[in-house]
């Protein structure tokens, strides 16, 4: 009668037990769901390019999509150097046409001095080091292939007066470069037009109108 009495009370005991285990699982909170990703809206300079504003000219680049956020941030550099480049056209030709003046340079000439590799590597190198980023925004896109990404924007700016001294800058830095090109001349014909490209940059990087 004892040992029934005892195996009724273990048996109560560890009811009692698994009840409060189940009560204490029960109590404890359950892990919080992750917050939803908040998506960024594009800003409105992304979408539409600032005007100049206090004498400050602003350039909008967009990169590709990419796989890492570096490389999109670089490429998004690039473009909106680019882009600052391609607004230089006007000031660059009207220089161009001015110096042209004193050597007799015809249209198709100064369309290749425009589109000279020489000259358009110092004038995007120039504009590279002078334009400087202000505000960035990203996006995580998918490429043509279905693989993962980011697109960067980034609003870069730079003094109008800096410009005209980037062109200037570019045209002294070719001149340079066509000095060094006219030692290494193999012709005298090659050397003269070297010397004389020469000159005609050195003309244009002293021409202080816009």
Not at 66 to 91: C, I, P
Not at 101 to 114: P, V
Not at 188 to 201: I, P, R, T, V
Request: aromatic share 8%; glycine share 6%.
């Amino acid at each position: 009668m004892k040992f029934k009495s005892l195996k009724t009370t273990i048996t109560q005991l560890f009811a009692i037990l698994a009840l409060l285990a189940l009560v204490g699982c029960a109590a404890q909170p359950q892990p919080a769901a992750p917050p939803a990703p908040v998506k960024k809206e594009r800003p409105e300079w992304a979408m539409n390019e600032p005007d100049e504003e206090n004498g400050i000219m602003s350039f909008v680049g967009v990169s590709l999509v990419h796989s890492t956020e570096q490389k999109a941030r670089e490429n998004a550099r690039e473009d909106a150097t680019t882009n600052a480049v391609q607004y230089l056209g006007t000031m660059v030709r009207g220089k161009v046409e001015r110096a042209s003046s004193s050597f007799g340079l015809a249209g198709e000439t100064i369309d290749e001095t425009l589109g000279g590799r020489s000259f358009q590597k110092q004038l995007y190198a120039g504009v590279a080091k002078r334009l400087k980023p202000k505000k960035w925004h990203f996006e995580e896109k998918t490429d043509a292939k279905g693989k993962s990404g980011y697109i960067y924007f980034v609003l870069t700016q730079i003094p109008k007066s800096e410009l005209d001294n980037t062109i200037n800058g570019a045209a002294i830095n070719t001149a340079k470069a066509e000095r060094e090109k006219a030692k290494k001349a193999l012709n005298e014909e090659a050397k003269q037009q070297a010397l004389d490209s020469a000159k005609f940059f050195e003309q244009m990087g002293q021409d202080k109108s816009s």
